[in-house]
């Protein structure tokens, strides 16, 4: 008789069999899918973290353990890199001098348990992918600590950034990311956001720095959406939640822990750059102390009544030295090892499922041999519970309200005042971060505002009691010591009455730069000009640029934030750290930048335009100023980045006289100056020059 598996098992037998052994396959081969790497200065399955990352594949896990790695790593791939205290402290990664001590172009990535440290001229962590995790690290001593660039829905949570030259996070063109729990302390910057990131959540941080926060950004929210179950001084409540602010000054009427009026973040916006308006932020719920005094209920969910109701329980009053950062531990694969499950685990889970394929066997013949008659069926069996009612679907927080249209306003940082009295005000006193050692060579100082890498302050010289303008670099390190030596070395060329003059510069006893007090800026300057009054103040920065040219030096940022005005409307050009020195001069070093709004299409695509911006770029950005001057907007517009990048290389602006008729005299002027090619454009400001002597006689004649 041939032997087939019907005689080998009872009927039904061998699919129930089939099953259970494809279940075991199933586990046996299911670790292999997502595998584990291991990291150690010695003794590990690789002694490099980016060795180990260029091994992984997408959704492995690299744990690497205590040590100091020498190295930029780049995360190219979706994957969990973690560090792991393994007696030595968190794993450091000593970045390369001149790199990011780590670079994440990948997106869904967990990067978490690491110290970064001296990335002295770039960042820590510089993030572009999208939906990343950076959580848990120490980031210090680098120029930014944390840098999100074109990056969107990414998590910063429960970091210790410290120490940092520049900003301790910053965003740029980065939008929907979610900033909470860090603490960001004793860098120059805490946090800056530029008019193209929109729509971030930054809540529950710790900021405590020489300025705590400078942003462009006007719908970025700095509190959490719904209130919040917490014990603060052993009380507990509901509130919603903003951020700690070293230099807040409110009151706690309630003792709630969150202060009774917003901690203002004030705005300074180009109302035409990404979205028409210029409004100030508020964190609305401030909070009093450090974020490490504030208990939250772990088994809370977000409640809907009142803020700030208190509820009847009690704690112990959280100690100050609590931990302030909340960094969290992660889950990690075993220590040893660094893999997924041991092989001997895997070995018994395989035993088991053997033995039970077994069992099942000899049940099954059991119950067939205690069947009633033949033909009788196996009892049915209820089936098993369901798995209960589906979780809540998760409530989407409602989308973030963008701002009504507000005037445009000058810019004020944080920390000065305004005319009509919001926002704090600084003491009669010097400023708190000017520079000690000049308080006998300078009196009523105040802060302006900033210009490029520097602080600018206003202060009478106490030799003469003549007001000037005092410019010191916002950090001391190599980098910006270099960038500001440059600009200077520049700007004391330049004598021009259209340009801020410098009466004084030295590096002792600490670097300044003096210069002539301009007290106006044509940022600030309502809009539309009359056009003769335009046209007057573009002839003289016109001539301005004749003269830098004649030098061999173009601008590179003309804008009218960099052109400052005298009470009688007299411009005067500022602001040279962009500046390029057309000979070859090796002293002098381009930095690089721009202000898209004014942008060239030969900076916005170099490979498209050339790759050398030149005296035509100035005039470019010139009749920028000029169309913004006697329309009230720039000629490219847009609500994003790219949709204004797309406009300067791709759209003709609509003519002057189109929003304005009488702007009809300088059409041609301002079209010729905007020309995307720069051979069609003036080829000199002293062409430009005598295009606008011709006005209003000739100007309309002007060839394109």
């Not at 926060?213 to 903003?242: C, D, F, H, K």
């Not at 204004?644 to 301002?670: F, M, Q, R, W, Y």
């Amino acid at each position: 008789m041939m032997c087939t598996k019907e005689s080998l098992y009872p009927k039904g037998l061998f699919p129930f069999l089939v099953t259970l052994v494809a279940v075991a396959l199933l586990f046996s081969v299911a670790p292999a899918s997502a595998a584990s790497h291991s990291v150690a200065p010695r003794g590990a399955e690789f002694s490099s973290i980016q060795d180990a990352i260029n091994h992984a594949a997408a959704g492995d896990t690299v744990t690497v353990a205590s040590g100091i790695y020498n190295e930029t790593v780049r995360i190219t791939k979706s994957l969990k890199v973690t560090g792991i205290d393994t007696g030595g402290g968190l794993p450091v990664i000593e970045a390369a001098m001149e790199g990011n001590a780590v670079e994440i172009p990948a997106s869904d990535c967990t990067f978490s348990g690491f110290t970064l440290r001296n990335a002295k001229t770039l960042s820590g962590i510089h993030v572009t992918g999208d939906r990343n995790l950076i959580t848990g690290n120490v980031v210090t001593g680098c120029s930014e600590g944390i840098l999100l660039d074109t990056a969107d829905n990414n998590t910063v949570s429960n970091n210790e950034i410290s120490r940092n030259v520049h900003s301790g996070i910053a965003l740029e063109s980065s939008g929907r990311n979610v900033i909470e729990g860090n603490s960001i302390i004793k860098n120059s910057l805490g946090l800056t956001l530029d008019e193209y990131s929109a729509t971030n959540v930054i809540t529950r941080n710790n900021f405590d720095n020489t300025i705590n926060v400078v942003s462009r950004s006007i719908t970025s929210r700095y509190e959490t959406n719904l209130p919040l179950q917490y014990t603060y001084l052993g009380v507990a409540w509901n509130s919603r939640m903003g951020n700690y602010w070293s230099d807040y000054l409110g009151i706690d009427a309630n003792r709630d822990g969150i202060g009774d009026t917003p901690y203002v973040i004030k705005i300074g916006v180009n109302p035409n750059a990404v979205l028409p308006v210029n409004q100030d932020s508020k964190d609305t719920f401030p909070l009093m102390d450090p974020t490490g005094y504030y208990h939250m209920d772990s088994n809370a969910t977000p409640v809907t009544g009142p803020a700030a109701t208190p509820v009847v329980t009690a704690t112990t009053q959280p100690s100050a030295l609590d931990n302030m950062t909340g960094i969290v531990g992660a889950v990690l694969p075993d220590e040893n090892t660094g893999t997924g499950l041991p092989g001997t685990a895997v070995l018994v889970i395989l035993t088991a499922l053997f033995l039970a394929v077994i069992a099942g066997a000899v049940i099954y013949r059991r119950r067939k041999t205690n069947e009633s008659g033949p033909g009788g069926s196996l009892p049915q069996v209820p089936p098993p519970p369901g798995p209960g009612p589906a979780p809540q679907e998760e409530t989407a927080e409602p989308p973030l309200p963008v701002p009504s249209v507000a005037p445009s306003a000058a810019t004020v940082l944080p920390g000065t005042a305004t005319d009509d009295g919001t926002g704090p005000t600084p003491p009669a006193t010097l400023h708190p971060y000017f520079p000690h050692e000049l308080e006998t060579r300078y009196a009523e100082v105040r802060l302006v505002g900033r210009g490029g890498i520097a602080w600018v302050y206003s202060a009478l010289r106490t030799s003469d009691r003549v007001r000037v303008a005092v410019k010191i670099p916002i950090s001391f390190d190599e980098m910006t010591g270099k960038s500001f030596l440059n600009e200077i070395k520049v700007w004391e060329m330049l004598r021009h009455k259209n340009i801020v003059e410098i009466s004084a510069v030295n590096i002792l006893p600490v670097p300044f730069v003096e210069m002539e007090f301009v007290p106006g800026c044509l940022e600030t300057v309502a809009k539309p000009l009359p056009v003769e009054k335009a046209v007057s103040i573009v002839r003289s920065i016109a001539d301005a640029l004749r003269y830098a040219h004649d030098r061999g030096i173009i601008h590179r940022d003309i804008k009218p934030h960099n052109i400052l005005v005298m009470d009688d409307m007299t411009p005067k050009i500022t602001d040279w750290g962009m500046s390029k020195v057309l000979a070859a001069d090796p002293r002098i070093s381009s930095i690089a930048g721009f202000s898209l709004s004014y942008a060239a299409p030969e900076q916005v695509s170099p490979g498209d335009y050339g790759k050398r911006t030149d005296v035509r770029t100035d005039i470019y950005q010139l009749g920028v100023v000029f169309y913004e001057l006697v329309t009230g907007f720039v000629p490219f517009a847009g609500e994003s980045i790219i949709s204004v990048g797309n406009a300067i290389l791709k759209e003709t602006p609509a003519l002057p006289s189109e929003i304005n008729p009488d702007a009809i005299a300088v059409d041609k002027i301002i079209m010729k100056c905007l020309e995307k090619d720069p051979a069609l454009r003036y080829q000199s400001a002293v062409d430009l020059l005598h295009a606008l002597d011709r006005y209003p006689d000739g100007a309309e004649h002007e060839q394109s």
